[in-house]
T-cell receptor, first 113, second 111 residues
């Protein structure tokens, strides 16, 4: 069964450093998303991406964040200058259609020290 | 924006019993309501969903009901098994493809 994959599974970085989280969505899906989940809290929407541009973003997704689809398979989330409060689990998801089910990857645990 | 509330935060049942998890949402424009199961160390897995034009949907031991007037929806798991133990999240799609999640319910099924 096709699945969303994410790398790395765990990333430790120092405050102020840039990180790139990588995702490979399901191959025939056209819509891509990033979510985050701070430990013990709700899963929060960050951004959705379609046709090589951001279609929607939340107030969390400020100028420190960017997304890119550098090739036909990868979808990345970059955090330019990490802060302690960026420590969270980051989930990538994809869907075939805008009204379709979203399938989540296993997540990347980001720890900012 | 949308606000999704989920109850209870923890639920402990005996194997074979039923489990019910409830969610409410605030915006009547929400039209799609998925339920996700998250096991330790894994991403949320879609287990069932319902759209606003349907009142109930069932898939084997899992069912979801939606009351649009009251703006609440519920997950029902019958004949629970130990492997049903996980955290369950409800969500509501408010506009385009932005999901708002509930805070999660940790279900523990005791053998």
């Amino acid at each position: 069964e096709p699945e969303v994959t994410q790398t790395p599974s765990h990333q430790v970085t120092q405050m102020g450093q840039e990180v790139i989280l990588r995702c490979v969505p399901i191959s025939n899906h056209l819509y891509f998303y990033w979510y985050r989940q701070i430990l013990g809290q709700k899963v929060e929407f960050l951004v959705s991406f379609y046709n090589n541009e951001i279609s929607e973003k939340s107030e969390i997704f400020d100028d420190q964040f960017s997304v890119e689809r550098p090739d036909g398979s990868n979808f990345t989330l970059k955090i330019r200058s990490t802060k302690l409060e960026d420590s969270a689990m980051y989930f990538c998801a994809s869907s075939e259609a805008v009204s379709g089910e979203q399938y989540f990857g296993p997540g990347t645990r980001l720890t900012v020290t | 924006g949308e606000n999704v509330e989920q109850h209870p935060s923890t639920l402990s049942v005996q194997e074979g019993d039923s489990a019910v998890i409830k969610c409410t949402y605030s915006d009547s424009a929400s039209n799609y309501f998925p339920w996700y199961k998250q096991e330790l160390g894994k991403g949320p897995q879609l287990i069932i969903d319902i759209r606003s034009n349907v009142g109930e949907k069932k898939d084997q031991r899992i069912a979801v009901t939606l009351n649009k007037t009251a703006k609440h929806f519920s997950l029902h798991i019958t004949e629970t098994q130990p492997e049903d133990s996980a955290v369950y999240f409800c969500a509501a799609k408010y506009n385009f493809n932005k999901f708002y999640f509930g805070s999660g319910t940790k279900l523990n099924v005791k053998p």
